[in-house]
């Protein structure tokens, strides 16, 4: 399905130059790349061979940035939330933040690679990159949630097959969530309510029926109202 062969030529200025080519056939037809050494060009013979043979080639992958990609991946958002199709304003304001913030950084951002070029490993040195950075590890697992999401879009348009941003996890401190929050029992329950006074047993009660958060407490004057 491709060839590798040794190729001379001139230049204008009578400079005799070699180099190996690779040709092969993909949907946008005849393809050649030019190597500086056989070692090279059949690493790239067996790759290509492989991603056709797959059906996994996307022509587009090594012509288009991340930067680019993600360009897209937020004018699609923005037409989303404009048609309100289940996009804030909120959330695209979180995309772009992420987007512009980290995954485009000039310190340790992916926005020049190719797409072809994003490999999981590659995402996995991005994600330790921000943490050596200092990036937060919520944000870190957010932003390369947004990435993730990214590279969906990718997908949808037939730029890449797959997502190299799928599986790469962030690992946060010991002990982070390893402490567990059990409810207490019906029993337990039952005796805090007898001994509340009766405005915040009544708090009580409704939030062991409706799993609101402590912090909710705006339901307490509503109650009395009823």
């Not at 933040?97 to 996995?124: C, D, M």
């Not at 962030?170 to 029992?185: A, F, N, T, Y």
């Amino acid at each position: 399905m491709a060839s590798v062969r040794k190729r001379s030529w001139k230049t204008s200025s009578g400079e005799i130059k070699t180099a190996w080519t690779v040709d092969y056939a993909d949907s946008q037809g005849r393809q050649r790349k030019l190597f500086p050494n056989k070692k090279s060009a059949d690493a790239f013979r067996v790759s290509i061979e492989g991603q056709l043979l797959a059906g996994t080639h996307r022509p587009d992958a090594s012509k288009l940035t991340v930067a680019q990609v993600c360009a897209d991946f937020l004018t699609h958002c923005a037409g989303r939330h404009e048609r309100d199709e289940r996009m804030t304003r909120k959330w695209l304001a979180v995309y772009r933040g992420h987007v512009n913030n980290h995954i485009l950084s000039t310190e340790y951002g992916v926005g020049g690679w190719k797409l072809a070029q994003l490999t999981a490993r590659a995402v996995a040195q991005f994600r330790d990159r921000m943490r050596s950075a200092k990036v937060s590890v919520p944000t870190t697992r957010k932003v390369l949630a947004t990435l993730h999401s990214a590279l969906e879009f990718a997908i949808s348009q037939d730029w890449i097959a797959t997502n190299a941003a799928h599986g790469v996890k962030v690992i946060g401190p010991r002990g982070e969530g390893s402490k567990k929050i059990s409810p207490p029992s019906k029993v337990q329950l039952r005796t805090l309510v007898e001994a509340a006074p009766d405005d915040f047993s009544l708090m009580l009660i409704f939030g062991a029926s409706t799993g609101a958060r402590a912090g909710e407490t705006l339901a307490r004057p509503r109650l009395r109202q009823v």
